[in-house]
């Protein structure tokens, strides 16, 4: 059974950092693509990044570039994402999803979400 | 970017009803386009990929159709579980981008 579980998310002043981590499991991990879309309360759905299987490709979306880094360890099985500078309209959960790019590409498997709070 | 456009955003459909969804795309996105439903508290599920494969496991009376620019989504017989918000999403290219949605509500 495919399961991604994220951490990392809470309350952080704007300007400050956080670091957000997901675990994979279930699947052969080093072989997918992999994103991070984030949703602000009530409100719809927003890719921020996405990293290939051995981190030769890395997009961002234009709101978060500069600020954000994607990252991956393949031997723990983990996806990373620095958050620095961040500010009150980067408040939203986060969720790690796995691309399958068999075919049309597609994001086929969410985690269930870690909240970043963005506030003084 | 490409811009996608959903509609309604919102729609109210007694158990039984046909639902129908349409996803524009601002520009030409092939087939590269995925209908995703989330509910309250919980995380996006892929109902349909390539604009109109259905994703294991989910049931058949989810549908879509459509290429280039224009698509749909259909559930033919509205079921007490499938109310629920409702995204359109394109692949093609960098940045991915979703529609703003559309939650199905019960009549």
């Known amino acids: 059974e495919v399961q991604l579980v994220e951490s990392g998310g809470g309350l952080v002043k704007p300007g400050g950092s956080l670091r957000l981590s997901c675990v994979a499991s279930g699947f052969t991990f080093s072989t997918y693509s992999m994103n991070w879309v984030r949703q602000a309360p009530g409100k719809g759905l927003e890719w921020v990044s996405s990293i290939s299987s051995s981190s030769t490709y890395i997009y961002y979306a234009d709101s978060v570039k500069g600020r954000f880094t994607i990252s991956r360890d393949n031997a723990k099985n983990s996806l990373y994402l620095q958050m620095n500078s961040l500010r009150a309209e980067d408040t939203a959960v986060y969720y790690c999803a796995r691309i399958n790019s068999y075919g049309y590409e597609k994001v086929d498997y969410w985690g269930q979400g870690t909240l970043v709070t963005v506030s003084s | 970017d490409i811009q996608m456009t959903q509609s309604p955003s919102s729609l109210s459909a007694s158990v039984g009803d046909r639902v129908t969804i349409t996803c524009r795309a601002s520009?030409?996105?092939?087939?590269?386009l995925n209908w995703y439903q989330q509910k309250p508290g919980k995380a996006p599920k892929l109902l349909i990929h390539?604009?109109?494969s259905l994703h294991s496991g989910v049931p058949s009376r989810f549908s879509g159709s459509g290429s280039g620019t224009d698509f749909s989504f259909t559930i033919s017989s509205l079921q007490p579980e499938d109310f629920a918000a409702y995204y359109c999403?394109?692949?093609?290219?960098?940045?991915?981008?979703f529609g703003q949605g559309t939650k199905v509500e019960i009549k």
């Open positions: 999403q394109q692949t093609y290219s960098t940045p991915w981008t």
């Open positions: 390539a604009a109109s």
């Open positions: 520009q030409s996105i092939t087939s590269n």
